[in-house]
């Protein structure tokens, strides 16, 4: 067999099988750490607005994804959202069964690209897409500067 012929055998190449550990660390960045730093200590979502095209992003970034413009003002998002699509976890990160559902879902905001994705405290049987939620932060002495200073989205 040479490169240019074809293969949909996986075992047919030298191969074999192992763990490879991975561990890594994520940077936030600039714009994350203003981000997970005011709602931290304001318990405002921010979102960045781009100068040229006028979109607020959410998460905000640095440079706006449409036209690559360095983004300008920031603008609190506000708390209430909707639910643009969600799943239900039956099993935990590690692979166990959960005592009860999980409901994760995309939250929109209006007049915001993007969004959050967080855990919507009902019963799974309850989500519907569209529906309104409103962000529950955590107390503030309680918040670390992570996306977990919101404890959840709870129906309104
Ligand atoms: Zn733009």
Redesign the pocket.
Known sequence: MTFLDRSRDPEAHKHWYGDMEASYLYSTGIAGERFFTTLRDKGKIMGAT?P??R?TILPPRMY?E????EMGDWADVGKVGKVDTFSIAQVGIGGEPLEEPVVYGLIRFPKVDGGLVHIIDAKPEKVKIGMRVNAKLRPKKERTGSILDIECFKPI
Request: proline share 0%.
């Open positions: 781009c040229q095209c979109k706006c449409i036209c690559f413009s």
